[in-house]
């Protein structure tokens, strides 16, 4: 690198959403189809529509021309449409140039200050152009460690000495994917995704290196390969992606590296800083009893998220065998289920919940859970929900002005029920305002359900924290 001094922990670390990036790193995962397993189904179905001509296409766009396809500075933050615009008003012979010299920065950045110093140096612009040996050969070294194709290589090379071609082709192909797919695709998963970035961003801790914040959002280690691809980088950007699976990729540039990751915008799971208790972890490893609920995590971690009739379909079961088995899973927090394609379901595993169970597990091992027991009632009141509180500890004020407020007080009350019991509509408000002095049970109900901290039935009779198992015949 060029300044071997730096290291990942060094770099600061953000959560963003980057829509234009998201977008293009979900077409670019079109490529990985049958190569990275458990991509998101989506993108398994796009890749199959695509003809083998704009199959290589994307290949050459975003294997050979990534350089050209990034937004400039600020443009990240946009949406894709006004991306695309942008992009079709540009001179060819600018994002040609813009190209080379994203090209030759990426050399610089892969150079160790020794190596500058007995004479490696980037290749000008005129001379990549001029020279495919040359231009290969700095493709090959600025890529690192990643699989080089040399065949490819030439052929971006090639497009490249006809900057009106390159020009059209990549607004042409990016414009039919957008039209084609993607639109539909960014309008239905974007508010999640903007919810995570929320939640992602209130939980970050700034002075923790990026494995650990990795492993606190989402309940997952960042694989080896990535964690040394991100060794002196200058800022590190978390985008939540809908689309990669259990897959972490990166979109490299001089300045950034920005990795992407899926994982279903648990809101309850980012919010809850209580421990599992004894009766909540009977429940979790019970769920997991039963060689068909297995066999369904086995699916989910091959596919990444699926529908239920697919799940269906692959177990060879009745429906009413499978969704009593998936209702199980969801509720025990292993799954997070979300509406379809018309009254279908589709269906995540949940690495949070995995992560936590086995956590609570370890802790009874070891004995750490009695003593964290003891002292989980000092930590009901944090300085920060104080002051909504008043001496008794009823909730003064609803709904605060922030965001992360509302959630810390959802979670303070959500304290107050028990893992395992069913409640009444008539028991909820009840308990809800022995703790508040804010009379308004009905807006704090239905608040502790739409931020997933309780579940309820259909026709709202009967509530349960969204880490119980359903009530059987509901």
Request: aromatic share 6%; glycine share 6%.
């Given at each position: 690198m060029a300044d071997s001094s730096s290291s990942q922990q060094a770099a600061p670390v953000r959560v963003a959403l980057e829509p234009v990036y998201n977008v293009l790193n979900s077409m670019a995962l079109l490529n990985e189809v049958g190569k990275l397993p458990g991509l998101n189904s989506k993108i398994v179905q796009m890749a199959t529509a695509l003809s083998p001509e704009q199959l290589q296409t994307?290949?050459?766009?975003?294997?050979?021309?990534?350089?050209?396809?990034?937004?400039?500075?600020g443009q990240e933050r946009e949406e894709f449409p006004a991306y695309l615009k942008y992009l079709s008003e540009q001179n060819p012979d600018t994002v040609r140039e813009r190209a080379l010299e994203r090209l030759r920065a990426r050399f610089i950045w892969h150079t160790s200050s020794e190596q500058a110093e007995h004479g490696l140096m980037a290749p000008d612009a005129a001379r990549l152009l001029s020279d495919a040996q040359a231009y290969l050969a700095c493709v090959k070294y600025a890529q690192g460690d990643t699989p080089f194709d040399a065949a490819l290589h030439t052929e971006v090379h090639r497009l490249l000495n006809d900057a009106p071609a390159l020009h059209t082709m990549l607004v042409s192909h990016l414009e039919t994917l957008w039209n084609m797919a993607f639109e539909a695709e960014w309008k239905r998963v974007q508010r999640s995704l903007r919810w995570q970035v929320e939640m992602f961003t209130y939980n970050l801790d700034e002075q923790a290196a990026v494995g650990e914040v990795f492993s606190i959002l989402t309940g997952r280690e960042l694989p080896s390969d990535i964690t040394r691809r991100l060794a002196g980088a200058q800022e590190i950007i978390l985008v939540p992606s809908w689309h990669t699976g259990r897959n972490v990729t990166l979109w490299e540039d001089e300045a950034s590296i920005r990795l992407f990751f899926s994982e279903p915008p648990n809101y309850d799971v980012a919010q809850r800083a209580t421990p599992v208790?004894?009766?909540?972890?009977?429940a979790r490893l019970s769920a997991l009893a039963d060689e068909t609920r297995l066999h369904i995590l086995e699916l989910l971690a091959q596919q990444d998220e699926l529908p239920a009739q697919e799940i269906i379909a692959q177990l060879g079961l009745s429906q009413s065998n499978v969704s009593r088995h998936l209702k199980q899973l969801v509720s025990a927090g292993f799954l997070y289920e979300r509406r379809g394609e018309g009254a279908n379901k589709t269906y995540r595993l949940s690495s949070f919940y995995f992560e936590r169970t086995a956590r609570a597990l370890q802790?009874?091992?070891?004995?750490?859970q009695a003593r964290s027991e003891e002292t989980q009632s000092d930590r009901?009141?944090?300085?920060?929900?104080?002051?909504?509180?008043?001496?008794?500890?009823?909730?003064?004020?609803?709904?605060?002005?922030?965001?992360?407020?509302?959630?810390?007080?959802?979670e303070y009350l959500a304290s107050f029920f028990e893992p395992?019991?069913?409640?009444?509509?008539?028991?909820?408000?009840?308990?809800?305002?022995?703790?508040s002095a804010f009379k308004d049970a009905a807006a704090l109900r239905r608040a502790l359900y739409e931020f997933r901290f309780m579940s309820r039935t259909r026709d709202g009779a009967s509530y349960w924290l969204i880490d119980t198992e359903t009530p059987e015949g509901e």
């Open positions: 994307n290949r050459l766009l975003f294997e050979g021309l990534r350089d050209a396809l990034a937004p400039e500075q208790g004894r009766p909540e972890l009977r802790q009874i091992v070891s004995g750490e009901q009141r944090p300085q920060e929900l104080r002051r909504f509180l008043d001496r008794s500890g009823k909730l003064t004020t609803w709904p605060p002005a922030r965001q992360r407020d509302k959630l810390l007080i959802l395992g019991r069913i409640y009444s509509e008539k028991e909820v408000n009840e308990l809800l305002l022995q703790h």
